[in-house]
């Protein structure tokens, strides 16, 4: 993921801090890398395989290509100018001079390597074939908005968060404990991917008016305005009927009950039309639904799911 839905209500942190770095690497995104490894662990904790070392390698993985990838926005926006002076999200840290372009660059390799290094681990104890995701998950990274051909500006932005951040980092953290794919993993990661993709729909949204005139061509500027608003509510419903396939009917209705009035606090803004700051809202809200929704579902897996996750026999 790559986009913030903070607004900043103090002033700006000075030139290099610690506030700049934090303010580049936008924690509050930052659920769209951690909950698909706790929705993924939950399956190991079902299975009782639950390793604490692979879990935080996994964690580590995960958090370090977001974070990469949202250091490499950054600079790569500012350098081809789709951020500009009337973008109504949160400043970008290279467009206003708080941290130079070589330092974030160094930041974001620096993230990829820990990244790097810990896929690698746990490659090297579950199997080498995690390096085929793994690995391109890191290039795409650097391609989000990066190279002759970025995938954000080529209107594939949403097909790597619902696979990277998404199917991958919740199959693949189960992978790594369980030793083996599960198929509940892979519909489990398909709705957290699908919920990431609207926090992207959202942001998309709101920057059509800047991002088209700089040849940012987003699937929001591909489709145009009102059919990726109806998309975005269409992707949120979407990671609720993909939960109900491998959960409980009590615990689906327990989802629907503690996950479904902030899925109608995001979605009926986005469907009336909502813009510019009122969509800021929406990203912090699909970030918190995006928590709570990984949470109950975790919760699910481990409590009222049937024990069947363990490694095949």
């Not at 789709?82 to 708080?98: F, H, I, K, M, Q």
Request: net charge neutral.
């Amino acid at each position: 993921m790559t986009e913030d839905g903070d607004l900043p209500a103090k002033p700006l942190p000075a030139p290099g801090s610690v506030g700049a770095w934090v303010l580049g690497i936008r924690p509050k995104t930052l659920t769209a890398s951690t909950m698909p490894v706790v929705v993924g662990s939950s399956f190991a904790v079902n299975g009782h395989l639950f390793s604490w070392e692979r879990a935080a390698a996994a964690l580590v993985v995960g958090v370090g290509i977001q974070i990469g990838t949202n250091l490499v926005n950054d600079v790569a926006d500012h350098l081809r100018g789709a951020d500009t002076r009337e973008r109504l999200g949160p400043p970008r840290v290279t467009n206003v001079g708080l941290l130079s372009p070589r330092a974030v660059i160094i930041g974001a390799a620096t993230a990829f390597g820990l990244a790097g290094v810990c896929g690698l681990w746990l490659a090297s104890i579950s199997s080498w074939w995690v390096l085929v995701p793994g690995g391109a998950a890191l290039l795409c990274g650097v391609v989000y908005t990066a190279g002759p051909a970025p995938i954000a500006y080529l209107g594939f932005g949403e097909a790597f968060v619902l696979g990277f951040f998404g199917v991958f980092a919740t199959a693949g953290t189960a992978f790594v404990m369980l030793e083996r794919w599960s198929s509940e993993a892979v519909v489990a990661g398909l709705a957290m991917g699908l919920l990431a993709v609207g926090l992207l729909e959202a942001n998309n949204i709101r920057d059509i008016p800047t991002d088209e005139p700089t040849g940012k061509r987003t699937l929001a500027v591909r489709m145009g305005e009102r059919p990726t608003r109806v998309m975005y509510a269409v992707v949120i419903a979407a990671a609720f009927v993909c939960a109900a396939f491998i959960l409980p009917r009590p615990a689906t209705v327990a989802l629907v009950v503690l996950c479904g009035p902030i899925a109608l606090l995001v979605i009926r803004p986005v469907l009336r039309g909502a813009e510019g700051r009122e969509l800021v809202k929406v990203l912090q809200m699909n970030s918190l639904l995006e928590l709570v929704f990984g949470v109950v579902l975790s919760v699910a897996i481990v409590a009222v799911t049937p024990h069947v996750m363990g490694p095949v026999k």
